[in-house]
């Protein structure tokens, strides 16, 4: 079993920056793949970002590709996104998830993750 919380969400202005934090309390952190994803009204949960148990793989949509990084710190039992040139579009609820795996490669399905945080809500004015 595994806990997560989210952190750090809020509004921001286009072109602005956040960097959302998900701390993990429970099973040892290294067992876990990490993951992002968003969720913004009457849409579907959309995977925004993942990394694998030790922080040497990694995914990212397109639509996030080369403005947002994931990254964990396993000392800290935390998983981090930072998110800069932000979009009105990036508005959403964003949650992290966690799958027990140390396989190389990050997962990018939601149906894979186990364990989920409550969110936190990004908001973007345009």
């Known amino acids: 079993q595994v806990q997560l919380v989210e952190s750090g969400g809020g509004l921001v202005q286009a072109g602005g920056s956040l960097r959302l934090s998900c701390a993990a309390s429970?099973?040892?952190?290294?067992?876990?793949?990490m993951g992002w994803f968003r969720q913004a009204p009457g849409k579907e949960r959309e995977f925004v970002a993942a990394?694998?148990?030790?922080?040497?793989?990694?995914y990212y949509a397109d639509s996030v590709k080369g403005r947002f990084t994931i990254s964990r710190d396993n000392a800290k039992n935390t998983v981090y996104l930072q998110m800069s040139s932000l979009k009105p579009e990036d508005t959403a609820a964003y949650y992290c998830?966690?799958?027990?795996?140390?396989?190389?490669?990050?997962?990018?399905?939601?149906?894979?993750?186990?364990?989920w945080g409550q969110g936190t809500q990004v908001t973007v004015s345009s």
């Open positions: 429970g099973r040892t952190f290294t067992s876990y793949a």
């Open positions: 998830a966690a799958k027990s795996t140390q396989t190389y490669y990050a997962v990018r399905s939601h149906l894979e993750y186990g364990y």
């Open positions: 990394i694998n148990w030790g922080g040497g793989h990694t």
